[in-house]
């Protein structure tokens, strides 16, 4: 695996100018495991026979966010390099797709919070994952008192692997107020998916006026867009997006923001008529391509199928986070994620050698249907089933 990611070299010592020696490979990878599959380092030391000193050690010197999400990165590269990958495109584009998985937390961190539909009486939190063709290339665990949507953009734009979607979806826990432009202005086409799309078609907008519309048009605007105000509120736009560019803040501090302002808000709500204008681009194509809705509909199912895949990954201790502050939450999370990347490239390569195999051969229908296989598998069955290839 390393020989063919060279994962292992995201890894630095947090005091690189002072090591001496190379760290112990299976220390290395005891804390991988044991910080992904939630097990621990005082039970991996237990199993595996290692001290358990040096596995902390081992993890105080080369587990951060950073490292781990290197390595991850690392791996995706490669993921996205070997021939099979494209083969999982959706109508010729890389189209991802975001959600979030809820957590119980064992310890009471900050950010942990009350979900009785998840957790009954206890708390937890909930991590957030961009899974492009079927390789999970971001994640950020946040409060389950936080909007999903607000971190959306945050998540594509602050993703740094080679896999760059051009399309991206999410249910209704994904969309907001100024998703579809903060997307679209930096190239992304937002696809979401609605629970009610009726409800939708009632909010509509068009550059006319609402009586040029025919009365007896099966679906009409009802509401005009108030141009004047996005020219007039056009710089203030621009310097929102330009700090959003440079990273100066995060997606979710602006919305925050813009939340508390009083409605009236001319800036507030010259985003909002942009939004509606791309928004209801969006919804009258989804209406009427329903090759768009399989596509968005397939983009999420390859995220759940994702969440299935990391539940079964942390299967120690109930699938509980067991740490005590946000940044262990990450890197564990993450480890998770290094593990399921792992996977996802093995099987990938498998289905590569494969699919070069058919290409050479000519055989046209077994080439179909290796693009409906899944790299996310835990069992390479024979017959199609639950967390095989063929799901």
């Not at 919070?113 to 991590?127: T, W």
């Not at 009258?284 to 990954?313: C, M, P, T, W």
């Not at 409906?372 to 095989?388: H, K, L, R, Y």
Request: net charge positive; hydrophobic share 40%.
């Amino acid at each position: 695996m390393n020989g063919n990611t060279n994962f292992l070299d995201a890894f630095e010592h947090v005091l690189n100018r002072s090591l001496k020696h190379a760290p112990d490979l299976r220390e290395f990878l005891a804390c991988v495991v044991a910080f992904g599959t939630n097990m621990g380092l005082g039970k991996m030391a237990e199993v595996s026979g290692l001290s358990h000193a040096s596995l902390i050690t081992t993890a105080r010197s080369y587990r951060r966010p950073e490292t781990v999400h290197a390595a991850n990165d690392a791996i995706s590269n490669a993921t996205a390099a070997l021939p099979a990958f494209k083969l999982f495109n959706i109508r010729e584009a890389l189209h991802s797709s975001s959600d979030g998985q809820r957590f119980e937390t064992q310890i009471n961190t900050f950010n942990a919070r009350h979900a009785p539909k998840y957790f009954g009486l206890d708390k937890g939190v909930s991590a957030c994952t961009v899974v492009a063709n079927h390789v999970p290339i971001n994640a950020r665990i946040i409060g389950t008192h936080e909007h999903e949507s607000r971190f959306l953009f945050d998540l594509l734009y602050n993703n740094t692997s080679d896999i760059k979607p051009t399309r991206h979806s999410a249910d209704t826990h994904g969309t907001n107020q100024v998703n579809f432009f903060f997307l679209y202005a930096y190239g992304y086409g937002f696809a979401p998916r609605y629970k009610t799309i009726q409800k939708k078609t009632a909010s509509l907008v068009g550059f006319n006026l609402l009586s040029q519309y025919p009365a007896d048009m099966l679906i009409r605007p009802s509401t005009k867009v108030n141009a004047d105000l996005i020219i007039s509120e056009w710089p203030n736009i621009q310097r929102i997006m330009a700090s959003l560019a440079q990273k100066d803040t995060t997606q979710a501090t602006i919305v925050r923001k813009l939340s508390s302002y009083a409605r009236q808000n001319n800036t507030k709500k010259a985003l909002w008529e942009l939004d509606n204008i791309l928004r209801t681009i969006y919804i009258l194509d989804f209406i009427d391509d329903v090759e768009l809705r399989q596509s968005v509909q397939k983009a999420l199912n390859r995220g759940e199928a994702y969440h299935r895949f990391r539940r079964a990954v942390a299967f120690i201790n109930g699938g509980k986070f067991k740490v005590q502050t946000e940044t262990e939450q990450q890197v564990w999370n993450d480890c998770a994620r290094l593990i399921a990347n792992a996977v996802i490239y093995y099987n990938t390569a498998l289905l590569s050698k494969v699919y070069e195999q058919k290409v050479a051969a000519g055989d046209l229908d077994a080439i179909a249907f290796i693009q409906g296989m899944s790299p996310v598998s835990w069992s390479n069955a024979t017959q199609p089933g639950q967390g095989d290839l063929f799901d």
